[in-house]
């Protein structure tokens, strides 16, 4: 779209034209006009060759300016009031290569990442934190699980990087949309500034997600949706396929300020919120490349599933004994997340840990797979071994 | 005049920008289950894309899979018998006038099988009559022998004639050969009931599941038709052989469940790991020695933490999944 000094009998408002596949642009109302301003105003937009007659948004200029003005503005004016979100121009370019700063407030979980049953800080509900007492790291041995990847509710705060681009028309250069390729776990997302809407509740879902942006002024809204089942944190609390994922893209000189809010109404008691720092890259090199192929890690039943039956996780206090906090502070919950917490923790006492050895992983129904040899990947859990069969499981990332 | 339309417009237009600027509260929609006594008037079908010739027909009843060619149409299941129309005219906008050859049931229940007869007389089987016999010219239905043996005795009085699969197989699968492409029935032996299946589309690498995978309520158990909760297990554990994910876990093969919308291995994965943990849990306290009440009252340890997601239909409800376990678990083999 071209920029123009248009005369005060018009009137622009920025729409979505579905004659325009979706795409948001500038339509143009006259309250007034005499045929000569129309005339002037056509041609400013499409030249005085070619008139209206050769394109989508030509022919919706023409059938605007051929109804009477009341019949066309005041109809024209409440179908807009109808439009419930409309994307504009991008205020912020975020195109290059931006790197994480796992040195951060998010070090913890960029890194090493958490303990077993460390669930502090997070407003999950009971029944994440009874999913995250049952689970068991050798459930991610089991190859269908090994290729896992971080969801887009977590994956910023993975040994992050991303290369950020523009999909812009051709014509117009309008938005269409922005693209992000994030190098854990090679993913790749879109996330589109043209206004279409979010699938139906019959389509699959990604780890990535579907997205769409508004511009709020220089800061990009983005709203995710279609997301797996992943995790909140790795590995040991649940996200559901039901969440939904509110990105906040801030830009200030080098920095990009990532926050995001996710609601999770399966898992979460209250919106998760975090944010990340993230800094330009003044050189392009980008490391995408993170294949990831499944092995069978040691023998076990046909379908099994290693988990902790109620009551059975020998680990749930070891963390909060080490680090010699309260059994409820690692346990999580919506609370938590307010400073009058720390008045309760006040009077709560100490974690004691005994380490006693995990039960079997197998039921009568799963029978208990033969051991490997000692120390193989497949053996028994030692003593003072944490996984289900298979070693501990967990990332490194 | 002209001032007060000016002044109503301007003012119509600060109201839009208010609007525009507002965020559109937009969330992931839930799954959930078939409305119960529905208003069929009101019900529409949702048809999507699945992958290569494979689509998927939602809302009128269990998800119908439609494998659309050049020799015609393929349906995996038929929906109730009431949306039957609906469907006919979703098959249409997607095959044109292509011939239906064949429907393949996966198990029992009217959401899957009601629409059988009305849509088997809108297939032909060949374009002209020699060589069929006495065999009406219509679409072939296909099921697996144990549902049509599970038809036949419900009889004929509540499950009609037209709706039993003529065109039965007895062992681990049935292979077909459906517009260029292997088609594999393949048994799920004592799953949802006794006579299940699911169907594998070779090239175009799509799996319907039948019931056993549904993405809105636990696994329906019918004991009465021979369900047990293991056969659904190993059911799943097969899905999960036949898949391939193409990246990180995620697309390639992609699966078409009984309720709910598509997935691919890693929902069929986290499902089968929350109906083995369910079913791990009941086993552990029949070992104990527990009773049914017992059972019932440990809950919510039983299926707890996945009740907010599949707990959703009244007539299948959590406390319903446990007791099948439960009673399956400790029948008399």
């Known amino acids: 779209m071209r920029l123009m000094t248009l005369p005060p009998e018009f009137i622009t408002i920025l729409i979505r034209c579905p004659e325009l596949a979706g795409r948001a642009g500038v339509l143009v109302v006259c309250i007034n006009c005499k045929s000569t301003a129309r005339n002037e105003l056509r041609h400013r937009f499409f030249g005085r060759d070619n008139g209206a007659a050769g394109s989508d948004l030509g022919r919706a200029y023409h059938q605007m300016f051929s109804a009477g003005r009341t019949a066309l503005v005041l109809p024209f004016l409440l179908a807009v009031l109808l439009i419930p979100s409309v994307p504009a121009f991008a205020q912020i370019d975020f195109t290059g290569v931006w790197n994480g700063n796992t040195n951060a407030e998010d070090g913890p979980e960029r890194a090493a990442g958490p303990s077993l049953v460390e669930f502090l800080g997070l407003p999950i509900n009971d029944q994440a934190r009874q999913w995250g007492l049952a689970y068991r790291p050798g459930r991610l041995s089991l190859p269908e699980h090994q290729c896992q990847v971080h969801a887009i509710h977590y994956i910023h705060r993975g040994p992050f990087a991303a290369r950020i681009w523009e999909e812009r028309d051709p014509v117009t250069h309008q938005l269409i949309a922005i693209h992000e390729a994030i190098s854990t776990y090679e993913q790749k997302r879109t996330i589109w500034m043209d206004g279409r809407p979010h699938p139906s509740a019959n389509a699959p879902h990604t780890w990535m997600g579907f997205s769409t942006g508004v511009w709020n002024g ?126 309760r923790m006040k009077t709560l006492p100490v974690a004691v840990f005994e380490e006693k050895a995990p039960p079997s992983v197998g039921t009568s129904s799963t029978p208990t797979p033969p051991a490997a040899p000692a120390g193989g990947r497949g053996a028994a859990p030692p003593a003072a071994g944490r996984g289900g069969g298979a070693g501990r499981g967990g990332r490194g990332n | ?195 299940d299946s699911m169907v594998w589309f070779r090239k175009s690498d799509v799996v319907a599941t039948g019931e056993i995978f549904n993405q809105a309520t636990f696994p329906y158990i019918d004991l009465a038709h021979g369900g047990t909760i293991n056969g659904i297990i190993e059911g799943l554990n097969t899905v999960l052989d036949m898949t391939v994910p193409k990246h990180n876990q995620e697309g390639g093969t992609m699966v078409i469940p009984g309720y709910g919308r598509i997935g691919d291995e890693h929902d069929v994965l986290e499902y089968r790991d929350m109906v083995t943990i369910v079913r791990d849990r009941v086993q552990a306290a029949i070992n104990k020695k527990m009773t049914l009440a017992q059972v019932k009252a440990m809950k919510p340890s039983a299926t707890y933490e996945y009740e907010l997601r599949f707990n959703r239909d009244p007539a299948w409800t959590a406390e319903m999944f446990v007791e099948a376990i439960y009673t399956n678990l400790t029948a008399r083999k």
């Open chain 1, 218 to 343: 220089n800061m990009l809204t983005v709203t995710t949706t279609h997301v797996k089942h992943a995790w909140h944190r790795r590995e040991n609390l649940p996200s559901s396929d039901e969440v939904t994922v509110i990105e906040h893209w801030v830009r200030n000189g080098n920095v990009w300020t990532h926050i995001s809010v996710t609601e999770d109404p399966i898992f979460l008691a209250e919106p998760l919120i975090k944010s990340e720092d993230l800094t330009l890259n003044a050189s392009p090199n980008f490391n995408p490349f993170w294949p990831c192929e499944s092995i069978e890690e040691g023998e076990r039943a046909r379908g099994q599933v290693p988990h902790y039956l109620p009551g059975t996780n020998p680990w749930v206090a070891e963390y909060a004994a080490i680090h010699k906090l309260p059994q409820e502070v690692t346990l999580g919950g919506p609370e938590q997340m307010y400073p009058e917490y720390r008045n």
């Open chain 2, 1 to 195: 005049m002209k001032r007060i339309f000016h002044t109503t417009a301007l003012a119509l237009v600060a109201v839009c920008s208010v609007v525009i600027g507002a965020q559109q509260q937009i969330r992931t929609p839930k799954q959930m289950p078939l409305p119960r006594n529905p208003d069929w008037a009101k019900m529409e079908v949702e048809t999507l894309h699945v992958q290569g010739q494979v689509h998927m027909i939602a809302g009128a009843g269990g998800n119908i899979a439609v494998q659309v060619g050049n020799t015609g149409v393929l349906l995996v299941d038929t929906g109730y018998e009431q949306m039957s129309g609906k469907v006919l005219a979703a098959i249409r906008k997607l095959s044109g006038d292509r011939t239906l050859r064949t429907i393949i049931n996966t198990t029992l229940s009217d959401a899957h099988t009601g629409a059988n007869a009305v849509l088997v007389k809108e297939g032909r089987l060949n374009q002209a009559g020699p060589g069929l016999g006495q065999r009406p010219n219509e679409a072939d239905l296909i099921g697996h022998s144990n549902l049509l043996a599970l038809m036949t005795d419900i009889g004929r009085d509540k499950i009609p004639v037209e709706r039993w699969p003529p065109s039965v197989f007895s062992g681990k699968q049935k292979d077909l050969y459906s517009n260029d492409e292997p088609v594999v029935v393949l048994a799920v032996p004592d799953a949802v009931t006794s006579g």
